[in-house]
């Protein structure tokens, strides 16, 4: 009773500072810092979970989670723990779902963006009818460990539940056919940030709304737990080679969202899709879910036109 208070004042709190006003967003990792300007849209009047429940019937969803494990083992480690868990909320949300997990199968640099393009490409591959699929992008390193908005957002709606309010980077969600008319993300971003920074300035060009009702700024653990793991090791080390070149091609790629889903030509020859199980050491159950793996940077390369942007940058 006593965490559900503290949810409440917390909304109310997030209504009462962004209503009636479009946001404008810090973006802090960069060392000249800058504002996006981006459409929000607060609901004077949250919807009930029969009402959410009711909006999602008929509707699958897909939650898609970019991975590679690093040389301690410490992203297997979450997965680990991530797997069962997810399965068991969301059975509890009575949301009909599946979990994909996409893994870059190379040692270059990590390409977060480009691994959930691939996922939804393989979506929509699968499905006959996308019109009733809408999608959740969901870090492995973060679990819900109260009842929140895992339900189907509103068209033109994407419902960001977990992260920083400069970008769209955590746990979100939308309609399939709204990540379609954005163009899914940009494939250039290669190693750490930028890709959730150009994500959001996407989704304010096409005129799509960032719906934070639920949200839970990363860290202020009211909703959502951080599965263990330091953030400024090994796996920051390792990507924050590509820090400075994304952010050169956030500052110039000028809002464009010419590069996305739609360069994954023949994105089939990349994969090797993997039926896969994992034992909740709790209780002993096991939990299966599709594992692609992606040939990720070989891909990228096949991409002349990102591949060729994002080599001029290197010189």
Not at 110 to 122: A, I
């Amino acid at each position: 009773m006593h965490i559900k208070v503290i949810l409440l004042m917390y909304y109310y709190n997030n209504i009462l500072i962004m209503s009636n006003k479009n946001l404008l967003c810090v973006e802090d990792n960069a060392d000249n810092k800058k504002l996006t300007d981006v459409n929000i849209q607060i609901e004077e009047k949250p919807k009930s979970q029969e009402e959410l429940m009711k909006q999602t019937d008929g509707y699958k969803l897909y939650l898609i989670v970019p991975y590679r494990d690093n040389n301690n083992g410490e992203r297997k480690k979450q997965l680990v723990q991530f797997i069962p868990h997810m399965n068991k909320y969301l059975k509890a949300l009575k949301i009909n779902y599946e979990i994909i997990v996409v893994e870059q199968d190379d040692d270059e640099l990590f390409n977060r963006g480009l691994l959930f393009n691939f996922g939804v490409k393989y979506i929509n591959q699968k499905e006959l009818n996308i019109n009733k699929i809408f999608l959740c992008f969901h870090d492995v390193d973060i679990i819900p460990i109260e009842e929140t908005n895992y339900y189907k957002p509103d068209n033109n709606m994407v419902n960001h539940l977990y992260g920083y309010r400069f970008s769209l980077g955590g746990i979100i969600l939308c309609n399939f056919e709204d990540y379609i008319k954005i163009n899914g993300f940009s494939n250039m971003y290669c190693g750490w940030g930028y890709e959730d920074n150009d994500l959001q300035r996407r989704v304010s060009s096409k005129n799509l709304n960032i719906n934070r009702n639920f949200f839970c700024e990363r860290h202020d653990e009211y909703c959502f737990k951080e599965l263990d793991l330091d953030k400024y090791s090994s796996l920051k080390k390792m990507s924050e080679k590509g820090t400075k070149i994304n952010q050169k091609i956030f500052e110039e790629n000028n809002n464009s969202t010419l590069d996305g889903i739609n360069k994954l030509n023949d994105f089939e020859k990349y994969i090797n899709i993997q039926k896969t199980l994992i034992t909740d050491p709790k209780d002993n159950n096991e939990y299966e879910f599709n594992m692609i793996k992606c040939q990720v940077t070989s891909c990228f390369k096949a991409m002349p036109s990102a591949y060729s942007l994002r080599s001029a940058h290197l010189r």
